[in-house]
């Protein structure tokens, strides 16, 4: 059977029928998993081991079954409870053993991080420093999805529990793997992922434990007035991350399309590169300005002229300065009959097709050779036709007596 709900004065919604015997038995199993035990210290402990090897291994699979180990979620609804009932005993405790949870988590993840300090890092560590609006919406409905399986008798609490703290180990064993290198912006990024996941978790469950009435206060004014001033600190924390991580996602969103556009402007322009290729292209930030990176492989010669055109077309993609850098690797396209681009990007077709209507300039139809040995050989010629001097005959004498 269901009964109304009438703590939300007015409007009233129908929720399962849940005994005082029954709620009594849930609040005690989610003290129990609220508390600070060997067992609790292992799983989490383990559930880092599989999840920090998963994230070195670049493995997602590997990353799933540390998230199937991990005990993270039992602290947080106990926090929840504690909030909605009033119970400062059970949210201290709960506090506690959710900070001792994550401190495990942290130090053994730095360890193995240490270890393997010389392994590339993987897009699964690279996936989880940069959260954003989204990553606050799953946490929050898995939130609600886990709380609702919590006090729900018919339902896996296992399975709901283990997949919302997926989204807490892996993050904390990023954090501790990137700063053992030194990487102190991403691990900032990792751990406001966790936090922002806890906080969300936190929020939902207490929200979602309000509504089937876990709480002591039997008024509608009492219950919800106490509610929001137990959980001010959590509200209050829920709308700063909305703003923070809706500005990451804005500023991610634009960077993402800027990225995007610029690719598509370079894969545009090498059009008029015959036989060139885009390979890759990097962005990077250097002194306040865009520093866009593009590496193509090309038969032809990128001329400075060439790269300053098209820097002018990236540059207007973006109000901030920017400068192209392109890293041509030189290229010989080659068939059966031979190489098919020249330097110039020209295939032996169209030099051909270009040389057929141009006649030939024949400066060499002069005889050059003439007019060089000209002046050496004809003084020698008008030497050897000038006649010899005659030489000068003496008259004899005549004789006398002739």
Not at 117 to 127: N, Y
Not at 128 to 151: E, N, V
Not at 266 to 271: D, G, M, V
Request: net charge neutral.
């Amino acid at each position: 059977m269901k009964k109304p709900n009438n703590y939300l004065g007015a409007r009233s919604i129908d929720v399962p029928s849940e005994s005082t015997d029954y709620r009594l038995s849930v609040s005690k199993s989610i003290e129990d998993n609220s508390s600070l035990t060997i067992p609790y210290l292992v799983m989490n402990i383990l559930a880092t081991i599989v999840a920090c090897y998963g994230l070195i291994a670049d493995s997602t699979a590997v990353v799933i079954g540390a998230m199937i180990v991990a005990m993270l979620l039992g602290p947080i609804v106990g926090v929840a409870l504690g909030l909605v009932e009033g119970d400062n005993k059970l949210l201290y405790k709960a506090i506690l053993a959710e900070f001792a949870g994550v401190a495990a988590v942290l130090i053994v993840a730095a360890i193995i991080g240490k270890i393997h300090d010389d392994v590339p890092l993987g897009k699964e560590i690279f996936s989880r420093t940069a959260p954003s609006i989204l990553d606050l919406a799953i946490a929050l409905a898995g939130g609600a999805a886990g709380a609702y399986a919590t006090i729900s008798p018919k339902l896996s609490v296992g399975l709901v529990g283990v997949a919302i703290s997926t989204a807490l180990v892996p993050p904390l064993a990023t954090c501790s793997i990137l700063l053992v290198r030194g990487e102190t912006k991403l691990a900032t990024g990792a751990f406001l992922l966790f936090f922002a996941n806890l906080v969300a978790i936190q929020v939902a469950s207490s929200v979602v434990l309000w509504l089937h009435g876990y709480h002591k206060i039997a008024t509608i004014d009492r219950g919800l007035k106490r509610l929001l001033l137990r959980n001010t600190v959590s509200f209050g924390l829920l709308i700063s991350l909305v703003g923070l991580l809706g500005f990451n996602f804005q500023t991610s969103l634009a960077k993402q399309q800027f990225e995007q556009n610029v690719r598509k402007e370079i894969t545009k322009s090498i059009i008029g590169f015959p036989g060139t290729f885009v390979t890759d292209v990097r962005f990077t930030r250097d002194d306040q300005k865009n520093l866009v990176t593009a590496e193509l492989t090309t038969p032809i010669i990128i001329t400075p002229q060439s790269v300053a055109t098209l820097e002018a077309k990236l540059s207007k993609l973006t109000d901030q300065p920017l400068e192209l850098i392109v890293r041509s690797v030189s290229t010989r396209v080659i068939n059966k009959s031979g190489y098919i681009y020249d330097n110039r990007g020209q295939t032996d077709r169209e030099k051909s097709i270009q040389a057929e209507p141009v006649k030939p300039v024949e400066p060499e139809s002069e005889p050059s050779v003439e007019p060089v040995l000209q002046p050496s050989i004809q003084p020698e010629q008008k030497k050897l036709e000038q006649p010899a001097p005659a030489k000068s005959v003496q008259p004899e004498p005549k004789k006398s007596g002739q």
